[in-house]
Each structure stands twice: as structure tokens, then as C-alpha cells.
């Protein structure tokens, strides 16, 4: 069973502060990387996404990819309260599947 | 250029009733997945479809189905509704030869009672 684990929170942080989400998954031979933000109600709507280990920024945004602990991380400075959501991570598993496994997301509250 | 559209947005079934779910991608885009969402979890893989042809099936009883049209649009169905079946159910967009993610549909928030 391919696994995606994330930490279902809440996770609160103050306006402002850098807020970090993590996810591990279990497949070592995984490829792409994504992050997911919904809104309650809402649908899912893509972030990010990262196949090769380090660092990728996009704005506010940082996602962090070290496949040899098989961990993946989103990073938000300066958050916001708009930023409170459920964060949801996705994995690519091996073998060229274009069929991402998801994880059950971490809520984020931002607080002003 | 309109995003992806899923129909209806929401609806109300009884126990061992039929439903039938659609959804149309973003305009050049030949893959649909479908996934089912319950409350507190993360999306289910249900279908995925390219080029009309089933490219994946996830762990979910015969009694979901699906199918894409040549206009790349697709229908989920579920038959014998059980009170489990009371989810999101989520239509997902994407190219299906680059792997850049996803584009979610407004999803439909099926209930059955």
C-alpha cells in the first residue's frame, strides 16, 4: 500500500509567522510532488509542485523535497489569514503513474 | 477559456437509487480522474481516463463506472447507493502527457439518505 502521511493538524500559527507543513510518503521510487490548497467547502486547487530535491519558491511559497528521508514540505511566510485552509500533499508514485495518492491534508489557521 | 465544469453541484439520492455524475475538462486537456472525498480525508482515486481508454481504477466496488466520450467529456455512475456513498465526488483535469498536476472541478456533494 503506497502511503502519503501528513499531520492532520490543526496547525495555528499568528499573521505573519512562516508556516510549515510536512508530508512523508512510502513509495522511495515516487517522482512528482504537489501541493494542494481547499478552501472548507471548496475544491482542491494546485500550488505547487517539485520532482527534484531542494528548494522551489513561487511567491510566499517554498516547497522543500528530500527523497532520501522521502519527506516533502511547504513553507508560507508571511502568512495570512486568508492562508487558513487544509493543505493536502500529493504524490506521483513510481513507474510513470500519472495518478497522484493523496494525503488526508494538515488544516492551517492563521490568527490575526 | 472555461475551467473544468462538473454537474450538478449538488444532489440528494435514496438508498439502492442510481446516480450518474458529469464532467467536462478544461478545453485541450484528454484526461479526466475522478476521485470521492469524504469529510476530514483526503481525495479517493476512483477512474482515470485518457483518450477515452481506463487508465487506472482505484480500490472502489463494481458498482462504480465510468466512461469519456470522444469530446473527452465523462460520466461517473454509481449504482445501488449506499449511505457511504455520501461524499464530494471530484472531477480532475489534466493534459495526460505532462505531468504538471491537476485542475479540480467545483466537485459534486452527493447525499444519500
Known amino acids: 500500500q503506497k502511503e502519503v502521511e501528513q499531520n492532520s493538524g490543526p496547525l495555528s500559527v499568528p499573521e505573519g509567522a512562516i508556516a510549515s507543513l510536512n508530508c512523508t510518503y512510502s513509495?522511495?521510487?515516487?517522482?512528482?510532488f504537489f501541493w494542494y490548497r481547499q478552501y472548507s467547502g471548496k475544491s482542491p486547487e494546485l500550488i505547487m509542485f517539485?520532482?527534484?530535491?531542494g528548494d522551489k519558491e513561487d511567491g510566499r511559497f517554498t516547497a522543500q523535497l528530500n527523497k532520501a528521508s522521502q519527506y516533502v514540505s511547504l513553507l508560507i511566510r508571511d502568512s495570512q489569514p486568508s492562508d487558513s485552509a487544509t493543505y493536502l500533499c500529493?504524490?506521483?508514485?513510481?513507474?510513470?503513474?500519472?495518478?497522484?495518492?493523496f494525503g488526508r491534508g494538515t488544516s492551517l489557521i492563521v490568527h490575526p | 477559456d472555461a475551467g473544468v465544469t462538473q454537474s450538478p453541484t449538488h444532489l440528494i439520492k435514496t438508498r439502492g437509487q442510481h446516480v450518474t455524475l458529469r464532467c467536462s475538462p478544461i478545453?485541450?486537456?484528454?484526461?479526466v480522474s475522478w476521485y470521492q472525498q469524504v469529510l476530514g480525508q483526503g481525495p479517493q482515486f476512483i477512474f482515470q481516463?485518457?483518450?477515452?481508454?481506463?487508465?487506472g481504477r482505484g480500490n472502489f466496488p463494481d458498482r462504480f463506472s465510468a466512461r469519456q466520450f470522444p469530446n473527452y467529456s465523462s460520466e461517473l455512475n454509481v449504482n445501488a447507493l449506499l449511505l457511504g456513498d455520501s461524499a464530494l465526488y471530484l472531477c480532475?483535469?489534466?493534459?495526460?502527457?505532462?505531468?504538471?498536476?491537476?485542475?479540480f472541478g467545483s466537485g459534486t456533494r452527493l447525499t444519500v439518505v
Open positions: 480532475a483535469s489534466s493534459s495526460g502527457t505532462v505531468n504538471y498536476g491537476y485542475t
Open positions: 513509495d522511495r521510487g515516487s517522482q512528482s
Open positions: 517539485i520532482y527534484s530535491n
Open positions: 500529493a504524490v506521483n508514485t513510481s513507474g510513470g503513474s500519472y495518478i497522484p495518492t
Open positions: 478545453s485541450g486537456h484528454k484526461s
Open positions: 481516463y485518457y483518450e477515452k481508454e481506463e487508465r
